[in-house]
């Protein structure tokens, strides 16, 4: 057993995106090479409805996965075909934008949003894959509990307790509760790239005290440990996949592997021809 070690902390960054959704933003065009092959995190945590109702308008992607995660809120979705559902607390939504999707995710007034959207970047020879999405609701998540900690498994498997069995890059992600003062240690593949991102609560990783709304990336080895402090229960999610080495071309809502393919995509957003496939609903 090797314990991976600190790699990398990055540190959310206040941000405005869609029509006006306030977040944290926190893996971006910055980090693309470390946490390969996850693109983006954006973070949302607020009790005002100001801050997030106005949503994601109909919007545009091409070459990527999306994972929205609520561990408190609502959300719905839909696309330009007419495919649409709702998301709750506890559940996600993953779609594959492929070839290319329009859709838009608009989240709903309540008492607290809190959860994350995760970027997946696509392999490239699956960019052009044909679009997919469905709805990861509560009775596909699978739940391992222990004295100290629930591990909520949304892709992968953790102690033969199985999630969704992710449809490109075979990504493991949970969502992880951990009590007050408690440690716990969790397997990885050494072949992967792992993170945490602490969602709320502070942690003590490698020796360090971690502030909340932070990712941490870790080194080589095939566990992770994770101490919560002694007067607050924290919660975490982990993600984990093989990074894919592959060039990047990020514009926007699209990523692709060359300027050129990029380019060629927004001429077609222009034409009219961007969409090649209708997208199949899934869940």
Same mark, same amino acid.
């Given at each position: 057993?090797?314990?991976? =070690? ?7 960054q =206040? ?19 470390d ?25 545009? #992607? ?7 995660y ?5 959300m719905? #979705? ?21 070839s290319g ?6 989240? =709903?007034?309540?008492? #607290?949003?809190l959860?994350? =959207?995760l970027?997946l ?12 999405y469905?709805d ?36 493991t ?83 692709m ?8 995509s927004?001429?077609?957003l222009?034409?009219g ?7 199949? #609903?899934?869940g």
């Amino acid at each position: 057993m090797t314990m991976r =070690q600190i790699k990398k902390l990055t540190t959310g960054q =206040q941000a405005i995106d869609g029509a006006g959704v306030h977040l944290t933003r926190v893996l971006g065009h910055d980090t693309v090479i470390d946490y390969d092959p996850f693109l983006m995190l954006d973070s949302f945590d607020s009790h005002n409805p100001t801050d997030y109702i106005k949503g994601f308008p109909f919007h545009p #992607h091409r070459g990527i996965e999306t994972i929205s995660y609520l561990v408190q809120g609502e959300m719905t #979705h839909q696309d330009s075909l007419g495919n649409k559902g709702t998301i709750r607390s506890g559940e996600s939504q993953w779609m594959t934008a492929g070839s290319g999707i329009m859709h838009q995710e608009m989240p =709903q007034a309540g008492k #607290h949003m809190l959860g994350v =959207q995760l970027w997946l970047n696509l392999p490239q020879k699956e960019k052009m894959t044909e679009p997919t999405y469905f709805d990861i609701t509560g009775h596909m998540i699978g739940i391992k509990k222990t004295d100290t900690a629930t591990i909520h498994v949304l892709a992968g498997e953790y102690d033969g307790v199985k999630g969704v069995e992710p449809p490109h890059i075979k990504a493991t992600i949970y969502d992880v509760e951990l009590q007050a003062g408690k440690t716990i240690t969790l397997p990885t593949k050494p072949e992967d790239n792992v993170f945490v991102f602490l969602i709320t609560g502070n942690a003590i990783i490698d020796g360090s005290n971690i502030s909340e709304k932070t990712a941490v990336l870790f080194g080589k080895g095939d566990t992770v440990s994770i101490t919560a402090e002694e007067n607050k229960s924290l919660r975490f999610i982990l993600c984990a996949a093989k990074p894919l080495n592959e060039p990047v071309a990020w514009g926007g809502p699209i990523v692709m592997n060359t300027r050129e393919e990029l380019n060629e995509s927004f001429n077609e957003l222009d034409k009219g021809t961007f969409i090649k496939h209708n997208a199949a #609903h899934l869940g």
